[in-house]
């Protein structure tokens, strides 16, 4: 480690416009390196969003610098406090994340971060850490310190250019034809008098994703989902969802999407989901055809719409996979006993 130092950061209480120019230049040498053709999130959105962490996590920064003051590394880690919805599930689980810019790799960084991480997450009497990586040398340095490989995945993205508009206009047509008398409705806020029911289903429906030997679950509440709603419009994003509603008046199904006016040519689609008993009616299907419509007429900047998919969730691969989806980049999530690690690490 000799000509690095590694410090920890406050970000909320960082106002010197010098230092964001810096962090700047290391978050744009670390995306170019991974997404090299991708479009790069303006410092204004990343600044601000450091800037207010998640009320519910206690969240800890560390940056890595060269003996000329460049930033070269990033580690931070997040851990559910009591008032987290989840914490219940959750409080045993701790949330890392490494990076080190891969020129100043293989100086020991990497094992002093995890020294860190692992100081914190005892304090808070976790006993599981998980962390995850899409690149080579991420899965070597985590098998290296006895990381169990808990879930497969990969992100997933579709060029608008490549829609099949035929087939998805065919399963706009057979959505009211399989799914009698059930209709379909937009939103950016949950109205009140559906958030109780949405919360229930959005935690339902991303609870039957496969989640491997992952530990702990999502819980949304009607704060928390209040709270979700409120972070994403201080940062300009826009988050539109899509829900089917039965005769008598309950939600089936739901998809989501999450647009940046300051990155307009990309689209991020998190959850689609239907409720067990009312799948077979192709609603999966109508849901994500009639958003997929409606961005190409809301958005037209779009070019790319990027999803994640573990690799046993077989009924979403497959609907995505007619949708035109392809794999871009795989990745794994790993975790460690922390008392394992505490050994390997001594």
């Given amino acids: 480690m000799t000509g690095y130092s590694i410090k920890e950061f406050d970000p909320p209480n ?17 995306v170019k390196d991974i997404h090299p053709n991708d479009p790069l999130t303006p410092k204004p959105r990343i600044v601000k969003s450091l800037k207010d962490p998640h009320p519910d996590y206690h969240i800890n920064h560390w940056l890595v610098y060269t003996s000329d003051k460049e930033i070269v590394g990033w580690a931070d880690n997040y851990i559910s406090k009591e008032t987290h919805p989840a914490y219940d599930t959750n409080k045993h689980v701790a949330g890392c994340d490494t990076v080190i810019l891969k020129e100043h790799r293989h100086n020991g960084l990497g094992t002093q971060l995890f020294r860190y991480h692992l100081k914190i997450v005892k304090k808070y009497n976790r006993t599981i850490i998980q962390a995850g990586t899409s690149e080579e040398s991420g899965h070597n340095f985590l098998r290296k310190f006895g990381g169990k490989e808990a879930i497969q995945g990969s992100e997933n993205r579709l060029q608008m250019n490549e829609v099949d508009w035929s087939l998805m206009q065919q399963w706009i047509d057979d959505g009211p034809e399989r799914a009698k008398e059930v209709n379909l ?5 949950v109205s009140d008098s559906d958030i109780e029911e949405y919360c229930v289903i959005y935690t339902e429906t991303m609870n039957q994703q496969p989640f491997g030997e992952l530990e702990g679950r999502v819980k949304e509440t009607p704060d928390s989902r209040r709270q979700s709603e409120e972070r994403h419009r201080k940062r300009g994003g826009k988050w539109t969802t899509l829900i089917s509603r039965e005769k008598n008046g309950r939600i089936s199904g739901l998809t989501e999407v999450f647009y940046y006016p300051d990155k307009p040519s990309m689209l991020y689609q998190n959850l689609t989901g239907v409720k067990e008993e009312y799948r077979g009616k192709g ?3 109508w849901l994500k055809a009639t958003m997929l419509k409606w961005i190409s007429e809301e958005y037209p900047d779009v070019k790319t719409i990027v999803t994640g998919n573990a690799t046993t969730n077989a009924p979403m691969l497959s609907i995505n996979q007619r949708m035109g989806f392809k794999e871009y980049k795989s990745g794994s999530e790993y975790k460690f006993q922390v008392e394992e690690l505490e050994k390997l690490l001594d």
């Fill in 14 to 30: 960082v106002e010197d416009d010098q230092f964001w120019d810096n962090f700047y230049s290391f978050y744009t040498k670390f």
């Fill in 185 to 189: 409705e937009r939103f950016v806020d």
């Fill in 283 to 285: 609603l999966g299907k």
